[in-house]
């Protein structure tokens, strides 16, 4: 936890169609999405995002076999607080370390519903 409060990031919430659970899945390239977090500071709670990315998925025999990546340059989260996003900036050490990366090394399908499946 840093200074921020930061207890916890979500990264994704997938809904993927049921009969994409047991067949192939192919490589595919992220072409868009969002990456959001939630944090706590002295002054009251406060959301920080960026759709700047970049990610690949890595395709298998099956969804659960299936593993990628996300990533994003640490400078574009914004909180659309100036003072705020410099402080955070600096919390995050970002000349240090200037890329968020997220790899998925897993899949666990879930509940299915309808003609869907929810995935951790």
Known sequence: MNR???RWMTFALAI???????????DA???RGTLAFDAHATLGAFTGVTSTMTGHLAGSGS??????WVQ?????LTTSNGHR???????LEID?????RFDLD??????QSGDSTAVV
């Open 4 to 6: 921020f409060g930061l």
């Open 16 to 26: 993927v169609p049921r009969q994409l659970c047991s067949q192939a899945i192919a």
């Open 29 to 31: 390239t992220l072409t």
């Open 63 to 68: 969804l659960a076999r299936a593993h990628g």
């Open 72 to 76: 994003s340059p640490a400078q574009s």
């Open 85 to 91: 996003d410099r402080d955070m900036a600096s919390s």
């Open 96 to 100: 240090k370390f200037p890329t968020i």
């Open 106 to 111: 897993s899949v666990s399908p879930g509940a």
